[in-house]
């Protein structure tokens, strides 16, 4: 509610019939920002330091240091705060790195992928990669074709969950994989009426970015997830 003074919010309160017993006044902080990692392939780099001359948060930076070494990353803040940055970045590095990845970015609520799908187009198109949705509303005939001809695809946990229990395969080739599971809190509740546990989701991501047909994998996958 940038913007909204205290009294505002107050009478919004009282027209909507709350009771209003107290206040307290949060002072604001200065944002932290820090140089756009060097480590990140170099087009990605340009894109971020295009877009953003100033530099990023310092988490958002932090963060991207952590993901172009190699490392999985759980990030929490607070909403608004720049988390979706991060990971889409992290698998637009990764892609230019490896175009033969796979990137499996899991959200819980198809709402949810609809509000980021545009950003990941945004994002990817500029560097020559695609993504699509496979969620419900897509019929099971089309999602194998989804997978295969593009680099990032958006799911939920309930489609993952199917893909998994029929043991579908993916490709032809040897493939390296990242999984992003975005607003974990709320994956978390919907694996409950899954009667799966978090890191079972986490095995079937993974799961479905490697090559099913050559066998376990012996390099690891990563995974990130962002909650806030």
């Known amino acids: 509610m940038a913007g909204l003074s205290g009294g505002a919010l107050y009478r919004i309160l009282e027209d909507a019939n709350f009771t209003v017993l107290g206040g307290t006044a949060v002072e604001g902080a200065e944002a932290r920002l820090a140089p756009v990692p060097p480590g990140l392939a170099p ?58 990845r796979k990137v499996l970015a899991i959200y819980p609520a198809r709402a949810l992928i609809q509000d980021q799908a545009a950003k990941w187009k945004e994002m990817l198109g500029t560097l020559g990669f695609s993504s699509s949705i496979i969620d419900g509303g897509v019929q099971v005939d089309q999602r194998i074709g989804r997978l295969k001809d593009n680099h990032v695809i958006l799911m939920t946990p309930d489609v993952l969950s199917r893909f998994h229990a029929q043991q579908t395969p993916l490709g032809t080739g040897p493939l390296q994989g990242m999984c992003i599971f975005d607003s974990t809190h709320g994956s978390l509740r919907l694996t409950e009426k899954l009667a799966v546990n978090f890191p079972e989701i986490v095995e079937m991501a993974l799961q479905i970015v490697k090559e099913q047909e050559h066998g376990p994998r012996t390099d690891p996958l990563s995974w990130m997830a962002s909650s806030g």
């Open 43 to 100: 087009a990605v780099r340009d894109v971020l330091t295009q877009r953003w001359p100033n530099g990023l948060y310092a988490h958002q930076a932090e963060a991207l240091i952590e993901t172009s070494s190699g490392h999985d990353i759980c990030l929490a803040t607070s909403t608004a705060s720049g988390k979706s940055l991060v990971f889409m970045s992290a698998a637009a590095d990764a892609l230019q790195r490896d175009p033969k």
